[in-house]
């Protein structure tokens, strides 16, 4: 893969769960029980089976109406489940090694940094003051700010609409097939760090601009191109 570079860059937005900090989120358990609760509401089971947390709340967003509701009260039924989630993995999480590290590079060089996520706006609150980056993000992007998760690229547009800056002079760092998909529709170069939410296979076919195995690696490309 090509080497990173930080030249003409003016922001880095950053997935939260499996990217700064470790993966703790319990998948199965958010996806199995939003598919219980969304076949109570009456949902058809073959159009939501067998997809992933995120696709699974857009899905049933999308075909709300069909089922006789309104998306919104769908959207809060499904928020209510993953915060739950959200709370469980809070109690775990710990910071990625040098993460912090690389978001006091990226404040020392003046660079604009924001959070993108799928975990709702609570648990990213309490997350961030507790591991004490609140000065090292400007922007949250939240679960709770969008109408579609990623891999919609509806929160990265959102992130680069409050920052003032275009999609090609930003960096998305992320660990997940999803992290790459929003960030390719928005026009980003997206940099994966293995060891989160997917397999290294996995992120490799879908196509990343550069593939990290930790911080370390960026700080070195920050440096020497600011230097």
């Known amino acids: ?40 509401l009456g949902f058809p089971a073959d159009r939501l089976q067998g997809k992933k947390y995120s696709l699974l709340k857009n899905e049933a967003i999308a075909i ?41 590079f990226l404040k020392t060089y003046d660079l604009q940094t924001g959070l993108v996520s799928n975990v709702g ?7 961030i003051k507790k591991l004490g980056l609140s000065s ?18 509806e929160g990265i547009r959102l992130a680069l ?8 002079k930003a960096l998305f760092v992320g ?11 928005t026009g980003l170069k997206v940099v994966i760090i293995t060891g989160g939410e997917n397999p290294k296979s996995d992120v490799l076919s879908g196509g990343p601009d550069f593939l990290i195995q930790d911080y370390g690696e960026l700080i070195a490309c920050l440096k020497e191109d600011r230097i």
């Open 175 to 185: 660990d997940s097939t999803d992290d790459i998909q929003a960030a390719k529709e």
């Open 161 to 168: 609409n409050r920052l003032r800056v275009s999609g090609e």
């Open 1 to 40: 893969m090509n080497k990173i570079s930080f030249k003409g860059v003016e922001a880095v937005l950053f997935d939260f769960e499996g990217t700064l900090v470790d993966f703790q989120w319990n998948l199965k358990g958010a996806v199995q029980e939003t598919l219980e609760r969304l076949n109570t």
């Open 64 to 104: 709300a109406s069909e089922t006789g509701q309104s998306p919104d009260p769908v959207k809060e039924e499904i928020d209510a489940i993953y915060d739950r989630y959200d709370a469980d993995a809070l109690s775990r999480w710990s910071l990625r090694p040098r993460a912090r590290d690389f978001l006091n």
């Open 121 to 127: 706006k609570k648990a990213l609150e309490e997350a």
């Open 136 to 153: 090292l993000l400007k922007i949250i992007v939240s679960r709770n700010d969008v109408q579609h998760l990623k891999p919609n690229g």
